[in-house]
């Protein structure tokens, strides 16, 4: 009978060919262990309690706020920037893309981090590194004795027919996946950052998406965080209709926060998982970290925190439905919630989660239906009188960013009085095009239809 070691020696051979760390193979070979015994990550309902309430961080007292601006000296801002934007057409990071009066996500994230004199980190990938750094040579304020990245690791791609890692002489690298970005503990580790923050005296972190435009420092949160003495905070905001299908927060029998993602979720629990009023709160991704507490569990733990496993069943080949199945082994960071004991969460207004993952948001993000404050906040527009704007563009025109621009040559039309804006077919938008209240248009013929300048759609 072949041992689980035998079964793991072919991935032992092609992760040290790669260079890649002991504990990182350590981790991987953790989460391969657990899918040889038939682990699937899945979270029953049957074994969860509801979170009811958590505290509101719209009615922490003023002594928070005098608190984290006291902390923000000790305290670093660290952006997720592994992704290449490849749902919208992106090869590039995807935090390059323009986003507002000229400025992409890391001109907007650079110059908060100025704003709050905080060191700015980035977890990149292999993809991303370069452009991003050579990016932020416009910032020289932000260059320093600590590095601005750290590298994000990548492990092999499980073949599901047998569960050996995978060939793809074609294209080598499509054998490799990012392994989520739970890594960042991992790699907070094995890059030597978490050491020199710890050494430069940092002891907290804010951690957040680089798309997430509303994750912006908060001394209020970090002066709880800091007061409350706990090793991991998670923002967390009410579900909505909208959100039914994402992850939310969730309690074991012992009071332990937990995260449960779609993919762990057995699908006879699916009506539950969806359920608003039953799980009233989602993971927004933003986190703060105690460092030290970070370093102590992972020395602890010999560097693998054994972070619920999330199995992603994909085609080897993300763009060919026909390549081998297989197995992609991750992590999510917010699970690392039920790591920590004693990690906390707090309700947060929805406005500290944008991300823009879509074109719908980018449109959105784009127009006047939000502005740039003075601080470098991507906001609702003050002078908007409406509720949530929504945003629904025909995908086969315009999902991807190239496709978008060609449509919108002038930019977003005006958005500021619009509820919602649809859009099914090949339609473009001339300049200063104004939408008011609810906008469809479908074009089901062949031929692009054109909205003429300084046209008033809707009313």
């Known amino acids: 009978m072949t041992t689980t070691t035998e079964r793991f020696a072919p991935f032992v051979e092609k992760m040290t060919a790669e260079d890649i760390p002991d504990v990182v193979l350590r981790t991987f070979g953790f ?73 992409n996500f890391l001109d907007i994230i650079a110059r908060q981090a100025l704003a709050t004199e905080m060191p700015l980190v980035l977890m990149d990938s292999y993809n991303t590194s370069a452009d991003s750094l050579a990016a932020l040579r416009a910032y020289p304020e932000l260059w320093s004795d600590i590095p601005l990245d750290f590298l994000q690791h990548k492990v092999p791609k499980v073949a599901q027919s047998d569960l050996s890692p995978v060939t793809w002489p074609a294209s080598p690298e499509l054998e490799w996946n990012p392994p989520g970005h739970g890594d960042i503990y991992t790699a907070l580790l094995t890059s030597g950052q978490l050491d020199i923050l710890l050494d430069r005296g940092y002891k907290y972190a804010f951690v957040s998406n680089a798309d997430n435009l509303g994750a912006v420092m908060d001394t209020a949160i970090l002066g709880y965080f800091v007061e409350s ?21 969730a309690r074991l029998a012992s009071g332990q926060l937990i995260l449960r993602e779609s993919a762990q979720c057995p699908s006879e629990d699916e009506m539950d998982f969806q359920d608003i009023n039953r799980h009233h709160y989602f993971n927004t991704n933003s986190l703060w970290l105690d460092l030290a507490v970070l370093k102590k569990v992972l020395e602890e733990k010999q560097g693998v925190l054994g972070l619920p ?11 060919d439905p026909r390549s081998p199945l297989v197995f992609q082994l991750e992590t999510a960071m917010g699970s690392a919630i039920s790591v920590f004991e004693g990690a906390g969460a707090i309700r947060v207004l929805r406005s500290r989660f944008a991300p823009v993952k879509t074109t719908n948001d980018l449109l959105a993000v784009r127009s006047d239906a939000y502005v740039l404050s003075d601080d470098y906040r991507v906001i609702p527009n003050p002078a908007r009188t409406r509720g949530e704007l929504l945003v629904d563009l025909d995908a086969r025109h315009y999902k991807l960013i190239d496709d978008l621009d060609s449509r919108f040559p002038f930019g977003a039309p005006s958005l500021l009085r619009c509820d919602s804006l649809t859009v099914q077919g090949d339609v473009r938008f001339g300049q200063e095009v104004v939408c008011m209240g609810s906008v469809s248009m479908y074009n089901l013929g062949n031929r692009q239809k054109l909205v003429d300048d300084f046209s008033q759609l809707g009313r």
């Open 229 to 249: 003495e706990l090793p991991f905070l998670m923002e967390a905001a009410d579900r909505t209709l909208a959100d039914r299908k994402g992850g939310h927060l």
């Open 31 to 103: 989460y391969y262990s657990e899918l040889l015994q038939g682990a699937t990550g899945l979270i029953p309902e049957a074994s969860i309690l509801p979170v009811d309430t958590l505290p509101d961080a719209e009615t922490l007292p003023a002594q928070y706020t005098e608190s984290g601006k006291a902390a923000l000296s000790h305290t670093v801002l660290i952006k997720l920037n592994g992704g290449l934007g490849t749902s919208m057409g992106l090869s590039k990071a995807k935090s390059l893309l323009p986003i507002k009066n000229g400025l």
């Open 309 to 319: 496993l999330i199995r992603n069943q994909k085609t080897l080949d993300p763009r």
